[in-house]
């Protein structure tokens, strides 16, 4: 075959928007920046999802590959390839699913070696997928573990399944190994998966064997920037006591470039609002006076909390633009019912301008790059947070599940660039809390300025750290670098 066919990494993420995407954006950058082809396997849905995201325009060096999967095998319900619309009780059966990839995966790397005649130079897994570890050193390569996350957000990830259990039934605060004293955790910052982990439920016997395992990977990747996450970069690696690069953030070059460029994100979704029509929403307001609500690609808030925070956001007058999906409890997908939110609200914030609600997905991008924006009220999913912070924008931390405490704490006390309005699913928040919490962070004085200011100088650093022309490189473009030299030398 030509040499575009000729694999040298072959990379498997989890099954999760926030995965693929991510994955997809390390394959492209690292084909950019060496020339390796890459292939990334996954099952035959996702393969559909990644491709329809390059919108007709495949890359040559960049392969997809699938992997035979059949959720009804596993208790899911057919077609079942993405934690999306996935209800929290299935989520667990879900990532218990995700080990029988292991099998199908070796088959396919086993091909890829018998075919090239010499083993890929290295895997990239997802951090979820331990297993690879051993198929990769079956097949005479090394595995390398990807976080999707921070440093910071991994670390916790990391030490909290490993660590169990963590049965608080008090409100104390507790110290996480691998953290120093001062950054003591308290138990509503666990997820209910976490807080009820002993060893022998569903969820830590997936997570704590495809942690462990993916602990004696040769090295990690995190998606985060060396000069922005110093502290839990330095955590992170005493703990997992290998190398970790950070070759963050993994966005669209021209949009971190040049921000104020209209860029199309190519996510293979169809936004609820037109980018144009947010764009032009945007642009009736004055700089940095809107404020972005969003919670990601999967989540949503319980039905009493989306009427406070309407509530709250009418009461504090300032304006907005709403990703709106139905609440906790509905079926994500139908259709949006007027009586989740107070009656006349859609209305009414749109004949006085003040909101945009946007159904089910927006182009985040181009809201957070426009200039109106000023703050993001967010579940802080480490690929928003990147995000935000890459354009400069403070945050209002409402974390729900996951590793998002763990980041939306880090944003407090770390960056000091978001407060937290509340966090968990089951948490219930006042209009009032929201009003006093959104006019704070708005504000142009005072903690609202301190907030601004410290996300630009993040932003800064983000923006040197891919800096790949003229003589002196970012530190993300020379960790990919390195990276790449390391792992060419390294294979057995
Ligand atoms: N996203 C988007 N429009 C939406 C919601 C999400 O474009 O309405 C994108 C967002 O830009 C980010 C990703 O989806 O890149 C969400 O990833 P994150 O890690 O923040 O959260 P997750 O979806 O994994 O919880």
Redesign the pocket.
């Known amino acids: 075959g030509s040499s575009s066919d000729y694999i040298h990494i072959v990379m498997v993420p989890f099954m999760?928007?926030?995965h693929l995407?991510p994955f997809l954006a390390l394959a492209k950058q690292i084909h950019h920046q060496t020339g390796f082809n890459i292939a990334i396997a996954n099952t035959p849905l996702n393969i559909q999802y990644l491709r329809s995201t390059l919108r007709g325009n495949p890359i040559p060096g960049i392969h997809f590959l699938e992997l035979h999967f059949n959720s009804s095998d596993h208790g899911l319900p057919p077609n079942t390839e993405n934690t999306e619309n996935l209800s929290l009780d299935l989520i667990g059966k879900f990532f218990a699913s995700s080990f029988y990839l292991k099998t199908p995966f070796y088959n396919l790397l086993k091909d890829i070696v018998k075919k090239q005649c010499t083993p890929p130079v290295c895997v990239i897994a997802d951090v979820f997928f331990g297993w690879a570890v051993d198929v990769a050193n079956s097949l005479n390569t090394i595995n390398i573990a990807f976080s999707?996350g921070g440093a910071y957000g991994t670390l916790a990830y990391v030490s909290l399944w490993t660590n169990l259990p963590h049965r608080r039934t008090d409100n104390a605060e507790f110290n996480v190994p691998g953290f120093p004293d001062r950054c003591k955790f308290h138990v509503s910052q666990l997820h209910d998966f976490l807080r009820k982990a002993d060893g022998t439920d569903l969820w830590s016997k997936f997570m704590q064997p495809q942690i462990l395992s993916s602990l004696k990977s040769f090295g990690w990747l995190c998606n985060t920037v060396e000069e922005i996450e110093p502290f839990g970069l330095d955590l992170l690696r005493k703990y997992i006591k290998s190398p970790v690069w950070s070759i963050g953030p993994l966005l669209p070059k021209s949009w971190l470039i040049n921000s104020s460029a209209s860029v199309r994100?190519h996510?293979g979704?169809e936004?609820g609002t037109s980018p144009e029509k947010c764009v032009q929403w945007l642009d009736m307001h004055s700089d940095d006076s809107v404020l972005y609500i969003?919670f990601?690609?999967?989540?949503t808030i319980s039905p009493s909390n989306m009427m406070e925070l309407a509530t709250g956001l009418e009461k504090a007058g300032k304006p907005f633009v709403w990703?709106i999906r139905p609440p906790l409890g509905f079926d994500l997908k139908a259709e949006f019912k007027p009586e989740w939110l107070p009656e006349g609200f859609e209305d009414r914030m749109s004949r006085n301008n003040q909101g945009l609600l946007?159904k089910?997905?927006?182009?985040?991008?181009e809201i957070l790059s426009h200039r109106s924006t000023g703050a993001f009220l967010?579940?802080c999913?480490?690929?928003?947070?990147m995000?935000s912070l890459s354009q400069g924008v403070k945050i209002i931390g409402w974390p729900l599940v996951?590793e998002?405490a763990y980041n939306s704490k880090m944003l407090v006390e770390e960056m000091g660039v978001a407060v937290e309005l509340t966090r968990g699913v089951r948490s219930s928040i006042s209009s009032d809390k929201v009003k006093e919490v959104v006019e704070m962070v708005m504000g142009k004085e005072g903690k609202g300025r301190d907030m601004k200011r410290k996300a630009q100088e993040i932003a800064e650093h983000i923006m040197a750290a891919v800096e790949d022309e003229g003589n002196e490189k970012g530190s993300s473009i020379k960790a990919l670098d390195d990276f790449v030299s390391t792992i060419a030398t390294a294979r057995k």
């Open positions: 999760a928007h926030g995407i999707t994100q996510a979704k936004p969003s990601g690609s999967q989540n990703v946007v089910n997905w927006a182009p985040q991008l967010s579940h999913g480490w690929n928003s947070t995000e996951a998002q």
